[in-house]
């Protein structure tokens, strides 16, 4: 089993750029996927960003696309997405995820068997 912890959450104004971590202990990493998901206030929780074990692949959300990358350094256990030009839209927890799939990529919050305990992002106009 894989511990998860989200770090680097914050309150910014928008068009600023934030880097949130993931650090993890139990097991490491190289087993997962790793997946970001958020979830605003009243909204279903929602798929950002994931990254194949080794990182060579990775997947966004359209709305994140060409703003957030997903990265993951497997010798530090710890998986990250940097977000650039915040927007208001993008307030919520972000969750950081871990699939013991194999295989493509999964979009879906029930297809994560692991989760962390949130991180609050805050994007002002």
């Known amino acids: 089993q894989v511990l998860l912890v989200e770090s680097g959450g914050g309150l910014v104004q928008a068009g600023a750029s934030l880097r949130l971590s993931c650090a993890a202990s139990?097991?490491?990493?190289?087993?997962?996927?790793m997946g970001w998901f958020r979830q605003a206030p009243g909204k279903e929780r929602e798929f950002v960003a994931a990254?194949?074990?080794?990182?060579?692949?990775?997947d966004y959300a359209d709305y994140v696309k060409g703003r957030f990358t997903i990265s993951r350094d497997n010798a530090k256990n710890t998986v990250y997405l940097q977000m650039n030009s915040l927007e208001p839209e993008d307030t919520a927890v972000y969750y950081c995820a871990a699939d013991e799939s194999r295989g493509l990529l999964r979009t879906k919050a029930d297809e994560y068997e692991y989760w962390g305990q949130g991180a609050q992002v805050t994007v002002s106009s």
């Open positions: 990254v194949s074990r080794i990182g060579g692949r990775t």
């Open positions: 139990g097991r490491t990493i190289s087993s997962y996927i």
